[in-house]
């Protein structure tokens, strides 16, 4: 197959022709078929064939263009989301469409670990080694509320994903409809091109409204915050000292009667 950047104008098909006759002689290297005269192409005939079927670009961008098309995820699920997960390569979403299909057993041989679902304290060293163990250059999905905020297990127990390892994509929902992760990981597949999607501080220029705190701000309010709770600490032991003492005086009282 032929990717062509044709320049629109007049011609028709009588000029396409000419231009398919005189590619095929250039390719070729000899006379066309038959009492026609060869067809060489020369200067501005040459350079615009050229400019048509020849497209350059750097090493690095192909790199990533391949990559980004060949995800190996690794078959890896947490809890109810792995089950959206799995029906990623069935027939209604088809994940091999974009070359993803490819669920590698071994972090050794995948370079995606999708975390779908919620992650336990006593997991996440368990995650950890396996995404250590994965091939370089490796990429993370947070699958659903639980694995990205704790969703509505927030309790003691669990643990946010991006507290212990790096996370690339967040994918919302509980669980996700599996479009919404195939979603996430054509997200994904435009950050590896070095071509993210804005988010939306760049769609609606809100660069430079971030409420960022200084060094010299955040100590201060944390001797703030330290003060205030020594202060609490201490209005709290004054009262219960208060209690104690009402107690002992009740308790004479109670006894001399």
């Known amino acids: 197959m032929e990717v062509k950047r044709e320049k629109l104008g007049p011609g028709g098909a009588d000029a396409l022709r000419v231009r398919q006759l005189n590619s095929r002689q250039l390719l070729r290297g000899g006379e066309l078929e038959g009492p026609t005269p060869s067809a060489h192409l020369e200067g501005a005939d040459f350079e615009r064939y050229v400019e048509e079927s020849v497209m350059t670009t750097t090493l690095d961008k192909a790199v990533a263009w391949?990559?980004?098309?060949?995800?190996?995820?690794?078959?890896?699920?947490?809890?109810?989301?792995?089950?959206?997960?799995?029906?990623?390569?069935?027939?209604?979403?088809?994940?091999?469409?974009?070359?993803?299909?490819?669920?590698?057993?071994?972090?050794?041989?995948?370079?995606?670990?999708?975390?779908?679902?919620?992650?336990?304290?006593?997991?996440?060293?368990?995650?950890?080694?396996?995404?250590?163990?994965?091939?370089?250059?490796?990429?993370?999905?947070?699958?659903?509320?639980?694995?990205?905020?704790?969703?509505?297990?927030?309790?003691?127990?669990?643990?946010?994903a991006d507290k212990f390892m790096p996370i690339d994509v967040h994918v919302p929902g509980c669980p996700p409809r599996p479009e919404a992760l195939m979603h996430g990981v054509l997200k994904l597949r435009k950050m590896v091109q070095d071509e993210p999607d804005q988010g939306w501080r760049e769609r609606y220029e809100a660069r430079g409204t971030e409420e960022?705190?200084?060094?010299?701000?955040?100590?201060?309010?944390?001797?703030?915050?330290?003060l205030?709770?020594?202060?609490?600490?201490?209005?709290?032991?004054?009262?219960?000292?208060?209690?104690?003492?009402?107690?002992?005086?009740d308790m004479q009282d109670a006894s001399g009667a």
């Open 212 to 226: 960022v705190l200084d060094a010299q701000q955040m100590r201060e309010q944390a001797k703030a915050a330290t």
């Open 66 to 160: 391949a990559r980004s098309n060949s995800f190996f995820p690794a078959t890896f699920g947490l809890a109810c989301c792995a089950i959206e997960m799995m029906s990623i390569v069935a027939a209604r979403v088809d994940v091999a469409r974009f070359g993803f299909e490819a669920f590698r057993a071994s972090p050794r041989q995948a370079d995606l670990l999708i975390l779908s679902g919620r992650v336990s304290i006593k997991m996440a060293p368990i995650v950890r080694r396996i995404y250590d163990q994965m091939l370089e250059p490796k990429w993370a999905i947070s699958m659903g509320a639980c694995c990205s905020s704790m969703g509505v297990f927030n309790n003691y127990a669990l643990v946010p």
């Open 228 to 249: 205030a709770e020594q202060e609490a600490q201490a209005a709290a032991a004054r009262a219960a000292m208060a209690i104690t003492a009402g107690g002992d005086a």
